[in-house]
């Protein structure tokens, strides 16, 4: 595995490690990106961080990297989706992330991320 492949799969680690730990830490503030309709809301943000944690590790660790880079392939399009579902709720937003213009930002650094993991994926 390259260098290249293996520094990107640290900084993603470190990313989903950050933000899965937040999520748990601090649920409260994670609970307003998940869509209104969505059932348990809280439960939901628990479970995202508890994935988020582990796929850090996994991508850690160069036998299961692989495998984390799939998953977080799978798990930063999932909340591209989501963000795109904030887009029905832009008007009279007040803060910049929650604008048509914030909300799109959102998805592409997400399927940024998600070109990372397939970066790594394929090694």
Same mark, same amino acid.
């Given at each position: 595995? *390259?260098?290249? #492949? ?8 470190? !990313?989903?490690?950050?933000?899965? =730990? ?7 503030? #994670?609970?307003?990106? =998940?869509?209104?309709?969505?059932? *348990? ?6 479970? *995202?961080?508890?994935?988020? #944690? ?6 850690? #660790? ?11 392939? !799978? ?15 832009? *008007? ?32």
């Amino acid at each position: 595995m *390259s260098l290249a #492949v293996t520094v990107v799969a640290w900084i993603l680690a470190a !990313l989903l490690l950050v933000v899965g =730990v937040a999520h748990l830490a601090a649920p409260g503030k #994670v609970e307003p990106l =998940v869509p209104e309709w969505w059932p *348990s809301k809280r439960l939901t943000v628990y479970v *995202s961080g508890l994935a988020e #944690v582990a796929i850090g590790i996994g991508l850690l #660790v160069p036998v299961t990297r692989p495998w984390a880079a799939g998953v977080a392939v !799978l798990i930063f399009l999932a909340y591209t989706l989501v963000h795109l579902d904030d887009l029905r709720h832009t *008007s009279g937003a007040t803060r910049f992330g929650d604008t048509t213009g914030g909300v799109v930002t959102r998805g592409v650094v997400n399927l940024a991320y998600a070109g990372l993991a397939v970066f790594v994926l394929l090694g």
